[in-house]
């Protein structure tokens, strides 16, 4: 028996339109002063709360290995780097199965202060950073159940920067 190689994805940097299937790409340059109503935070649960965390990613390293993926099935996801921070994000949509679709990967580079929303049933990695440490504002609602977050297990593949 054959082993097969794990596929490949090569991360390219982010722009609004490739991200949009996904989510919102937050670009502070264009608040001037403000820029109002950026992502629908939306929040289907009643009992559900906004959580505004801290967060503190690791730095990764390459290849990176994806063999797990998650979700939030009722909120979106925002992360705004506090600083000028570079990132990684590894996003899918679900196969209509409540699974990621591997077919419909995509791995971005993200820079300086450009901040990103997931939206709600978007498949994605967990957060790192290329560089240097970084850290990250977070918000999303949670209701501490969970359907707050869902991890799947995924076929292994690994994601590089070009």
């Known amino acids: ?75 979106e996801q925002v992360f705004m780097p506090l600083g000028d921070t570079h990132y990684l994000i590894i996003v899918a949509h679900d196969d209509g199965q409540g699974r990621p679709d591997l077919n419909t990967v995509k791995a971005f580079t993200v820079t300086g202060s450009l901040a990103i929303s997931y939206r709600a049933e978007t498949w994605h990695t967990g957060m790192v950073t290329l560089d240097q440490q970084g850290q990250f504002a977070m918000f999303i609602y949670e209701d501490g159940s969970p359907d707050d977050c869902v991890f799947s297990d995924v076929a292994p593949f690994q994601v590089r920067v070009a």
């Open 1 to 75: 028996m054959t082993i097969q190689p794990s596929p490949i994805f090569y991360a390219k940097p982010v722009t609004a339109e490739a991200f949009q299937p996904y989510g919102t790409l937050l670009d502070p340059a264009l608040a001037d002063p403000r820029l109002n109503f950026t992502v629908e935070l939306d929040n289907p649960r009643a009992n559900a709360r906004a959580n505004l965390a801290l967060i503190r990613p690791p730095i990764a390293t390459f290849p990176f290995d994806v063999a797990v993926m998650e979700h939030h099935p009722f909120s």
